[in-house]
């Protein structure tokens, strides 16, 4: 069974500042993606990462994978209070023997503070 | 409008009711999705569907049935609502077979409280 951690699950940074929020999973997978959801509002795709080493990166935010750590990093980068907001990681494992649905990490309430 | 929708946006109901919230999408994806969303867990696949007339179950099926006759529209019935479904309910959809890519597009969303 996949399973997909995220830590932390809360993170308060002040402006400025650098972190990282980390996504492992537990099954072979090359696929893995990255959401972010306001409060009270949908999930919005963030980035794709579809193969080992795989890097992307918007703005102040960069994602990364590792597939034979079975990890994902997202970085941010001299946080604004514009990236409050929760964060998922998502992994589906990519078997062509039938459908895999996304499993979701349980998401990474960020706040920033001025 | 395109895209994907949800409805109702709200909804509160009884212990025992039944509950039918619909979504819909305007892509022709082929594959559609129910999560609930409760503090905690995250987002818990219900049910999912690739192709009109072919569901499966997910994580967490009991006390729910889909159905998908068409290719755009993808109800979700709670037989008989308990206070343990009161949670916020998200369909998604997705373009190309999961076995190729797999990123799913969101609707806004069903919060639903069961009294």
């Known amino acids: 069974e996949l399973k997909v951690e995220q830590n932390p699950l809360f993170l308060s940074m002040q402006e400025g500042k650098n972190y990282t929020i980390y996504c492992n999973y537990s099954t072979t997978s090359d696929r893995l993606y990255w959401y972010r959801q306001d409060p009270g509002k949908s999930l919005e795709s963030l980035f794709v990462l579809l193969s080992n080493g795989a890097v992307k990166q918007e703005g102040r935010l960069m994602a990364s994978l590792d597939t034979k750590a079975r990890l994902s990093t997202l970085h941010i980068t001299a946080a604004v209070h514009d990236l409050s907001a929760t964060y998922f990681c998502a992994v589906d494992t990519g078997e062509e023997s039938g459908n895999t649905p996304l499993v979701f990490g349980k998401g990474t309430r960020l706040s920033v503070i001025a | 409008d395109a895209g994907i929708t949800q409805s109702p946006r709200y909804k509160i109901t009884e212990t025992g009711r039944q509950v039918t919230l619909m979504c819909h999408q305007t892509?022709?994806?082929?594959?559609m999705f129910w999560y609930r969303q409760d503090l905690g867990h995250g987002l818990r696949l219900i049910y999912y569907?690739?192709?009109?007339?072919?569901?499966d179950k997910g994580e967490v099926p009991d006390g729910y049935v889909v159905s998908r006759s068409k290719t755009e529209n993808f109800p979700l019935t709670l037989e008989s609502a308990t206070r343990s479904q009161t949670s916020v309910y998200f369909c998604?959809?997705?373009?190309?077979?999961?076995?190729?890519?797999?990123?799913?597009?969101f609707g806004p969303g069903t919060r639903l409280t069961v009294l």
């Open positions: 569907s690739a192709a009109a007339d072919i569901t």
């Open positions: 892509w022709s994806h082929s594959y």
């Open positions: 998604a959809s997705s373009d190309i077979a999961p076995w190729v890519y797999n990123e799913q597009f």
